[in-house]
């Protein structure tokens, strides 16, 4: 439902939380407002990462349930590997959370909490140099528990372990290099944003 505009006669916004300032009046305009409405397009994309995160909800407890009830035959290493399984669900669904809530604020519409208490701090000041930055951090948490979990496998095979499952140095390695990939890019993206960011009280001239 649209929220009701503060003076009588005013229109608000398709999404009730702005008036307009006017109606377009020429062709030039009303082309301009029907681009800048297109952006509601990107709204299902949003809605379909909230059935996926769903998806994840369910895949991490029936990975919590196997590892319970295999807990009694497995070993120390089994369990660490299981644990870093479950701690890689949760990070894939907050990388999912900041797309959804970030995304959508950035791209689409602004979305009113009305300071709501359980608001994410980082949402109050997002923008699309933040949301890069927050999203390249997380990407690196990611793969940090893959490597992590490469490195233990790796470090406990033997020659019981089948070959599908068999991990060589030259795997280990490329995940290496892909991590520090990551790595350098987030420490690129983070420079960028900092060189392009005016400095607290400096002007920024106009064209």
């Known amino acids: 439902m649209s929220q009701a505009p503060d003076n ?5 916004t398709e999404s ?19 681009i800048f409405a297109s952006r509601w397009l990107q709204a299902p994309l949003y809605l379909g990462l909230i059935v996926a995160q769903l998806i994840y909800v369910i895949k991490f407890w029936n990975k919590l349930v196997d590892t319970a009830l295999d807990f009694p035959n497995m070993g120390e290493n089994a369990i660490m590997l299981a644990v870093l399984g479950l701690v890689d669900v949760v990070m894939i669904a907050n990388l999912l959370i900041m797309v959804i809530i970030g995304g959508y604020e950035t791209f689409v519409s602004s979305i ?38 490469t490195f233990i496998e790796y470090g406990y095979q033997g020659p019981n372990t089948p070959p599908d499952e068999l991990l060589t140095s030259t795997e280990v390695m490329w995940q290496t290099f892909i991590h520090i990939t990551f790595v ?11 060189f392009l960011s005016p400095a607290p009280g400096r002007h920024v001239p106009g064209p």
């Open 112 to 149: 009113d909490l009305k300071d709501h208490p359980d608001q994410p701090e980082w949402l109050s000041h997002v923008n699309a140099s933040v949301l890069k930055v927050k999203l390249a951090m997380a990407i690196i948490g990611i793969s940090s528990i893959h490597l992590l979990k």
């Open 16 to 34: 009730g939380m702005a008036p307009y300032p006017g109606r377009p009046t020429t062709p030039a305009a009303t082309i301009g407002w029907a």
């Open 184 to 194: 350098l890019s987030a420490i690129g993206l983070a420079f960028i944003d900092k």
């Open 8 to 12: 009588p006669g005013e229109e608000v």
